[in-house]
């Protein structure tokens, strides 16, 4: 008995792992066509989130903002710019037609990225509300001053009211 390797009995990569594949090259009125489909939805996509931010800036001017509903609109603003931003990379980028491996390895990093971003903005915060408390002269510079009321008459220079 031999133990020769016979390259004509060896397994094909893309048979042996089914996430490998080629991107197939497709014709150019099949790509138009995705690209243009996309571009549609891109842009119905970015009316809904104007249209939102006009919303959120109507209950803003009101007299009593509710703070749920803004709070609800800019997470659905958000939901749709992650969505705008994977049609982008997925269509435009050509992300979508590679292999699944390739993408984790770009995907993974820019998930580590935000959280990257989330971290120093809570910190930050954090670090701005321990300076308001602790540093009154950071406070006082830095805070707006309380607006007198309609009833309250501040002295004037001769101390009478």
């Not at 992650?82 to 984790?104: C, P, Q, T, W």
């Not at 910190?123 to 701005?128: A, H, I, P």
């Amino acid at each position: 008995m031999s133990t020769h390797f016979d390259p004509t009995q060896h397994i094909s990569s893309s048979a042996a792992y089914p996430e490998v594949s080629f991107y197939e090259h497709t014709d150019d009125a099949t790509f138009k066509k995705k690209v243009r489909k996309t571009t549609i939805l891109l842009s119905v996509i970015t009316i809904i989130e104007l249209a939102i931010g006009l919303a959120i800036y109507t209950i803003h001017k009101g007299e009593n903002p509710s703070a749920l509903l803004v709070l609800m609109f800019k997470g659905a603003v958000c939901i749709l710019t992650l969505a705008k931003a994977y049609y982008i990379v997925s269509v435009f980028m050509h992300l979508g037609d590679e292999i699944r491996n390739m993408i984790m390895t770009i995907v993974v990093p820019l998930m580590l990225f935000i959280w990257f971003i989330i971290a120093f903005i809570a910190d930050g915060n954090s670090y701005k509300n321990l300076r308001n408390k602790y540093d009154k002269h950071f406070q006082e510079s830095t805070m707006p001053a309380k607006h007198h009321s309609a009833e309250e008459k501040p002295a004037d220079a001769g101390g009478k009211q």
